[in-house]
């Protein structure tokens, strides 16, 4: 069986300005990244803006386990299976981080026969988008120091600095650092932290921004630290903003690239779901809602946590009002939630999919309470048995969802016709009433418990002494009007990673807070969930080489 990096690698690429031509661009409308990959100009954004006549389709998951689910390979095989059938159809996606690529979950380019290439340029430095984001973060990290160093005319409390600084690697002794050692004209010294650089508020507000101009007034807002008297300060207050943004004018610009069916992809942005709001760029979406007829977009991790983001936060600030939702499972996933260890997955075992297929079951009805069509698919392995496909067959017609089989690994856009047909099936006789779980003049306790309850299942909100005041102070700034961005354990409905199936009886505990004011959401961290991962025992960057050819190996 050939690996997914194989397969890539022995595709027959067309060359991007070929590609695009279907979905009427040209040439002149791209900015060239080599053969193979490109930005779209700004000159063609502006263009096409206001322009929206799509179909959008958020493609999501349960949640994620080491059994997999395929939900990057789904919404690229959906986006194939769309051209099989004569629509023209744009897959709009996340940028991988770097991160995932050398710990252990991997890279962002899709699977098997449904993948975008050029797959190692986009898991490695792409664009280099993402290096834009780090330098401007960093930027202003330095711009902060120096501005201490030099006097401190906006009298910043030296204790109370929250912008961190940021790196795309997962990196744990970077957590915690103390900065300003050496001698007096080395900086003050103070504690520091970094953050993966997917967690920066800037890959936050590249991706809501609608064009450079809110990209600029978004980085001005950026709050850096508070004064003396406790008053905020900002990016703007620290003259930051101009350079940022001319390290950003061109990583704000959707970069496109193909499938292995040369279907166009967008791929642009790359904010975790887990700790951040796990969505690609509002500019990237809006553009290939101008340019096809259907768009397929992803939200990361499970329904929990990139749904309910995409939805609450993405759709409420860009307008978007997403048409149907697919619902990605495995029945591999289904019985570990059920309680199989993952060497026995493939085993025949009805009993214990009747027990996981809860987690299916909340997720459906989380999805339902946005009250937006759903169709869920089972990403199918050689294991599957008859009788546990006819089970989940059931349990979702019974929840009113329309059910496929999704082949798409293995056969690409041809293994994804059935669920393009239920998908086109649901566009067509159900009908779309967006709208988002809660409202935004809702206090962002209430905010917070209403994330708990209705899409978690918890019974309660247990904050820490520190939450509460932290809350109570972004209120009493004026942030209490802003949507909550939950920074929560994939693994799991609760912020306790062990806990599979469908919790119930359990609080969540929320341990920290604090306002992504450019971004415009507040964060709320829960439970132990980490800005900075770490890297495994036997990271994934073990196995990846390059020979002397340039040939990559390893990276899948």
Known sequence: MKTDIEIAQEAQMLPITEVVKEIGLTADDLELYGKYKAKISNEYLKKIEGNQKGKLILVTAINPTPAGEGKTTTSVGLGQAFGKLGKKAVIALREPSLGPCFGIKGGAAGGGYAQVVPMEDLNLHFTGDFHAIT???????????????????????????????????????????????????????????????????????LCLATDLEDLKDRLGKIIVAYDLDGKPVTAKDLQAVGAMAALLKDAILPNVIQTLEHTPALVHGGPFANIAHGCNSVRATTAALSMADYVVTEAGFGADLGAEKFFDIKCRQAGLKPDAVVLVATIRALKYNGGVPKAELSAENVEALKKGIVNLEKHIENLQKYKVPVVVTLNSFVTDSKAEIAFVKQFCEERGCEFAISEVWEKGGEGGIALAEKVLKTLEEKESRFEPLYPDELPLTEKIETVAKEIYGAKGVNYTAAAKKQLAKLTELGFGDLPVCMAKTQYSLSDDPSLLGRPEHFDITVREAYVSAGAGFVVVLTGAVMTMPGLPKQPAAFGIDVDESGRITGLF
Do not use: Y
Not at 166 to 188: A, E, H, I, P, Q
């Open 135 to 205: 330098s401007a973060n960093n930027l202003l990290a330095a711009l902060l120091d120096n501005h201490i160093q030099q006097g401190n005319a906006l009298r910043i409390d030296t204790r109370q600095i929250v912008w961190k600084r940021c790196l795309d690697m997962n990196d744990r002794v970077l957590r915690n650092v103390v900065v300003g050692l050496g001698s007096k004209t080395d900086g003050f010294v103070r504690e520091d932290h970094f953050v993966i650089t997917v967690a920066s508020e800037i890959m936050a507000i």
